[in-house]
């Protein structure tokens, strides 16, 4: 396969109709995703007016997903994916289609919500590590570049386009439509997972041991590997420095040093979806990714570099030029990743090292969230992207050191 630059190249994968109709059914899922979150902030916000509530309702999607995802990456390398990713889907539309009719009805309450959130992130824990491992299920070898290009694109354009879609179907129809139409969302992924269960197989391998052993041999996997150890630790410490700054500490800096409104942090999330839209149509047209080690971690290092730069007296059209670069940078590093982890760890254990990987790169963003509440109250937003962005390219720079890293082709 030719790695030129091509107007089709990007889109070879969907001459294989398993990946176009996964594809598909994920991308219009990932866009009533979008719809939803825009819709449930507003609820929560008009419901209770509290800025507890909005966290509770993130912290309790987010724990189950980590306290539960060795055992998804378990179940994911057990059973035929196909089947576990239709299962989800399908649960999920049933818990987001019953938050529509208890909106609907008006009878909706935030203790529903908090329920709601806890069962979502649950079945994310299964659904996650199942949807990596089983694109190389159905994409050939030389067409996986392609494959999870278009599929960061179709989340990236969701991230553009969803919100504001979103903010309108809350305008024009309430939140309650909103709620429906990501429920919709869900019933159309199982519909094109439907014809492809047919060809689903439970991932081939030894016969299965207990969850404990699974466990374990996933957790040998990745530490007998030093680059998945390595960039999985790295990962998981970098985090801290750098959820602080641009979860926590963006809003305050844009208020307090240029006293501009909530547009211009809408505009820079933005601009940063746009850099990655662009990265990722570009990796999309190459076969073979090469140098991927250095690939990886300069994209990484140059991230924590331009968030250094945020925390300096420069303007708004440079925070913006950062972000697109940072957008650019993070999906350059997250397709390399995804790419280099389904060439190179066996289909049987992908499951497992994938939820491995999420856990570890993952664990520590909360301590990264309330660090960074804290510090941008102490010392200002500024010193926090200053600080937090010397960290992480620091961190970077140290697990570059490792040879297996520099030589990872």
């Known amino acids: 396969m030719s790695d030129s630059f091509t107007p089709l190249a990007l889109l070879r994968s969907l001459r294989h109709p398993a990946f176009a109709l996964l594809w598909g059914g994920q991308?219009?899922?990932?866009?009533?995703?979008?719809?939803?979150?825009?819709?449930?902030?507003?609820w929560v916000l008009e419901k209770t007016g509290s800025a507890v509530a909005m966290g509770t309702v993130f912290v309790l999607t987010t724990v189950p997903m980590l306290v539960f995802s060795l055992v998804g990456?378990?179940?994911?390398?057990?059973?035929?994916?196909?089947?576990?990713?239709?299962?989800?889907?399908?649960?999920?539309?049933?818990?987001?289609?019953?938050?529509?009719?208890?909106a609907f009805t008006d009878a909706l309450e935030i203790w529903h919500v908090y329920a709601f959130s806890l069962l979502l992130g649950f079945i994310s824990a299964f659904?996650?590590?199942?949807?990596?491992?089983?694109v190389p299920e159905v994409t050939p070898a030389d067409d996986l570049p392609s494959a999870n290009s278009l599929t960061q694109l179709g989340q990236q354009l969701s991230g553009i386009g969803g919100p504001a879609l979103g903010a309108a179907v809350?305008?024009?129809?309430?939140?309650?439509?909103?709620?429906?139409?990501?429920?919709?969302?869900?019933?159309?992924?199982?519909?094109?997972?439907?014809?492809?269960?047919?060809?689903?197989?439970?991932?081939?391998?030894?016969?299965?041991?207990?969850?404990?052993?699974?466990?374990?041999?996933?957790?040998?996997?990745?530490?007998?590997?030093?680059?998945l150890w390595v960039t999985i630790a790295v990962a998981g410490l970098s985090g801290i420095a750098y959820a602080g700054p641009m979860a926590v500490a963006l809003p305050f800096l844009i208020k307090d040093r240029w006293h501009a409104d909530v547009s211009v942090l809408g505009l820079f999330y933005?601009?940063?979806?746009?850099?990655?839209?662009?990265?990722?149509?570009?990796?999309?047209?190459?076969?073979?990714?090469?140098?991927?080690?250095?690939?990886?971690?300069?994209?990484?290092?140059?991230?924590?570099?331009l968030v250094m730069a945020i925390g300096l007296p420069i303007t708004i059209p440079g925070i913006l030029i950062a972000s697109f670069v940072i957008g650019a940078c993070n999906t350059?590093?997250?397709?390399?990743?995804?790419?280099?982890?389904?060439?190179?760890?066996?289909?049987?254990?992908?499951?497992?090292?994938?939820?491995?990987?999420?856990?570890?790169?993952?664990?520590?963003?909360?301590?990264?969230?309330?660090?960074?509440?804290?510090?941008?109250?102490?010392?200002?937003?500024?010193?926090?992207?200053?600080?937090?962005?010397a960290l992480h390219t620091v961190l970077i720079a140290l697990g570059l050191l490792h040879p297996k890293i520099r030589n990872l082709d």
């Not at 889907?89 to 529509?100: E, M, N, T, W």
Request: glycine share 12%; charged share 10%; proline share 4%.
């Open 27 to 42: 991308t219009i899922s990932v866009l009533g995703n979008q719809i939803f979150q825009v819709a449930l902030a507003w």
């Open 73 to 102: 990456g378990v179940i994911g390398d057990r059973v035929p994916r196909l089947w576990l990713l239709l299962i989800s889907d399908l649960a999920r539309g049933l818990i987001i289609s019953l938050a529509a009719l208890l």
């Open 127 to 134: 659904f996650r590590p199942a949807l990596r491992a089983v």
């Open 170 to 227: 809350v305008f024009w129809g309430g939140t309650p439509l909103a709620f429906a139409l990501d429920g919709l969302s869900f019933f159309i992924s199982v519909i094109c997972l439907l014809p492809l269960l047919k060809s689903a197989s439970a991932p081939q391998g030894e016969a299965a041991k207990s969850v404990l052993g699974d466990l374990r041999e996933g957790l040998q996997a990745v530490m007998a590997s030093p680059w």
């Open 270 to 305: 933005s601009i940063s979806s746009l850099g990655s839209v662009l990265a990722a149509i570009g990796l999309g047209h190459f076969s073979k990714l090469r140098r991927r080690g250095l690939t990886l971690y300069g994209s990484w290092m140059l991230i924590g570099v």
């Open 332 to 389: 350059i590093l997250g397709l390399v990743w995804v790419n280099t982890l389904q060439e190179l760890v066996p289909r049987q254990l992908l499951g497992r090292v994938t939820s491995v990987d999420y856990l570890g790169s993952s664990i520590l963003e909360p301590v990264g969230y309330a660090f960074g509440g804290w510090a941008t109250a102490a010392v200002g937003p500024s010193l926090v992207f200053i600080l937090g962005g």
